[in-house]
């Protein structure tokens, strides 16, 4: 079951700035083969959530289109968007852009005219079990006018749901693969 954390990982590429809304959730997995890396994590984040949270999105673009905000560009295949992605900084997947990528941490997001936003998958080994990592996935939000912070309101309650969904989908999608 996923804990939520108030502070973002120490070494987070994000924990270097101030934000106006951050949240962190964290769940445990394990890695039998040693073969979890942050790009398995990057890939299972675009591919580990369930039905309704895609319905969820849909509704969303529907309607802040309607409003000019962002919204991502129609995919007529996203499984093969998803077999190429390589997690790599500057690829695209959705409304996603991927910031940063090494060893322990993803960083995606978006910025638009409203906010910017950030999602961390940070990826940290057990140090007293090699086959145990800690995977923790911070939300960070930058507002720029009440507009982003109008937009959010409604999305908060859905987005402290949706995160730990998530996380137990990545969870279990990684450790199945391994």
């Not at 996923?2 to 924990?15: D, I």
């Not at 101030?18 to 890396?37: A, E, Q, W």
């Not at 990592?133 to 309650?157: A, D, E, M």
Request: with cysteine; aromatic share 12%.
């Amino acid at each position: 079951m996923p804990k939520r954390n108030a502070l973002l990982p120490l070494h987070s590429m994000l924990a270097r700035q101030s934000y106006d809304y951050v949240d962190s959730f964290t769940g445990n997995l394990t890695d039998k083969h040693l073969s979890i890396n942050t790009a398995k994590v990057g890939k299972a984040f675009f591919s580990s959530g369930p039905k309704w949270i895609g319905k969820l999105f849909s509704f969303r673009n529907a309607i802040v289109k309607r409003f000019g905000l962002k919204t991502p560009e129609n995919s007529i295949d996203r499984q093969k968007q998803l077999d190429e992605f390589k997690c790599e900084v500057g690829e695209r997947l959705g409304l996603f852009q991927v910031y940063h990528c090494d060893e322990k941490e993803v960083v995606i997001g978006e910025d638009d005219r409203h906010l910017d936003f950030r999602v961390s998958l940070y990826l940290q080994a057990n140090k007293n079990n090699a086959h145990e990592k800690n995977l923790t996935i911070s939300t960070v939000v930058k507002f720029h006018s009440w507009l982003g912070r109008l937009y959010f309101f409604p999305v908060k309650p859905f987005h402290k749901l949706i995160v730990p969904t998530m996380l137990k989908g990545i969870v279990k999608n990684l450790e199945k693969s391994n």
